[in-house]
């Protein structure tokens, strides 16, 4: 790989922007997509594809397999508003899972290095910490302190991006108060309906070990439908690009 493309995808990978590294691999020429070239190029149909997928593939040219596309996509990643017990639980899961995982909260007494050995944490407000952290397309949100000065901030951060989950931990009454103060915001049913509340699938859960169960399930849920492969009309096929 030339060292100016090599350049090119690291770039990419710590923007934690999606790209796609292609192939030739009749001749092993490579060229780099970066997500925001994605709708321009010749094979686009075949680039939203695979990353909608986010499957490296090889791929049909002119009727015969031609191109490698390497998808090159950040690794899914989890805002976790509140340092609480659900949270202390939620980590190492996660980890497992092959999340990032970052804690955030402004109350320094929770957010520490003894309560979350080896976690990246944020003591700040949340609109203050995601707006620096940044919210894309294969991150998560949720908001787990029941305090509404806390975890109304980072919901409506979330709901105003594309982020592919978005979750608040309490009951349907609180919720329900929530969806007011949303609503007094400026959010309309369509993006309050993105909130997963009460959060976490239903699995009757009732430690927080298990709640963090519950939430990761729904999350890896909602991300894997995300990313499943739409089926290809049969005989698709792309023509030779022009040269």
């Known amino acids: 790989m030339r060292l100016s493309l090599l350049a090119d995808l690291n770039a ?12 030739d691999i009749a001749t092993g020429d490579q060229r780099l997509i970066k997500v925001a070239e994605v709708g321009s190029d010749p094979l686009a ?3 939203a594809e695979a ?6 593939s090889l791929v049909a040219v ?3 397999p031609r191109l490698f596309f390497n998808i090159v996509m950040p690794p899914p990643r989890l805002l976790v508003t509140g340092a609480v017990h659900i949270s202390q639980a939620l980590v190492p899961m996660a980890r497992l899972l092959g999340y990032d995982v970052v804690i955030i909260d402004p109350r320094a007494a929770f957010a520490t290095a003894d309560r979350f050995p080896n976690a990246e944490l944020v003591a ?9 952290l940044g919210l894309d397309r294969r991150t998560a949100v949720m908001a787990l302190t029941h305090d509404p000065k806390i975890d109304d901030p980072c919901l409506m951060a979330a709901l105003a991006s594309g982020v ?5 931990l309490g009951s349907r009454r609180t919720h329900a108060k929530r969806v007011e103060r949303l609503k007094a915001a400026g959010f309309g049913d369509g993006d309050i309906a993105r909130v997963h509340a009460p959060i976490g699938l239903d699995l ?3 430690s927080p070990a298990e709640i963090a169960l519950a939430i990761l399930a729904e999350v890896t849920a909602t991300l894997r439908r995300a990313g499943r492969r739409p089926e290809r009309r049969p005989g698709a096929d792309v023509a030779e690009p022009a040269s």
């Open 51 to 56: 990353l909608a997928a986010g499957e490296s």
């Open 12 to 23: 990419e990978r710590a923007a934690r922007r999606l790209a796609v590294l292609v192939t």
């Open 62 to 64: 002119g009727g015969r």
């Open 164 to 168: 592919f989950y978005v979750g608040a």
């Open 124 to 132: 700040e407000w949340p609109d203050t910490a995601l707006a620096r």
């Open 45 to 47: 149909p075949l680039f």
């Open 204 to 206: 009757g859960a009732q």
